[in-house]
């Protein structure tokens, strides 16, 4: 018998909301809320080119909810912000903790 490979799918996104510091607030068909940190890629071909303000402000969810689209040239997959975006409700928490000083 053969097996068959199964290809993982990921929740698809239905809305981007641009964040400070080059992040995105994602949401995705389940109800989740993903913050994803773009600065690493800015670093990168061909994302380099989204350090650029004006151009990392005209993201958009992909119609079909398979990722986040800046133009013809730049986008991201679901799966990517799916694994490596932070649970937005953690991140908020995580920032709403007071700082202890060190003594």
């Known amino acids: 018998m053969i097996k068959k490979k199964t290809i993982k799918s990921f929740p ?3 809305t ?8 995105l607030l994602v949401q995705f068909e389940n109800g989740d809320l993903k913050l994803y940190d773009c ?4 670093e990168q071909e061909p994302f380099q080119a989204l350090s650029d303000p004006n151009l ?3 993201a958009y969810a992909d119609p079909h909810g398979y990722g986040v689209i800046w133009n013809e040239l730049i986008d991201l997959a679901e799966s990517e912000i799916w694994l490596n975006g932070k ?5 908020i928490a995580e ?4 700082r202890v000083a060190e003594p």
Do not use: D, G, H, M
Request: proline share 11%; with cysteine.
């Open 12 to 14: 698809k996104i239905t």
């Open 16 to 23: 981007v909301t641009i964040q400070p510091e080059y992040r």
């Open 39 to 42: 600065r690493p890629l800015l």
């Open 56 to 58: 990392f402000k005209c």
């Open 87 to 91: 649970n937005a409700e953690q991140s």
């Open 95 to 98: 920032k709403a903790l007071p």
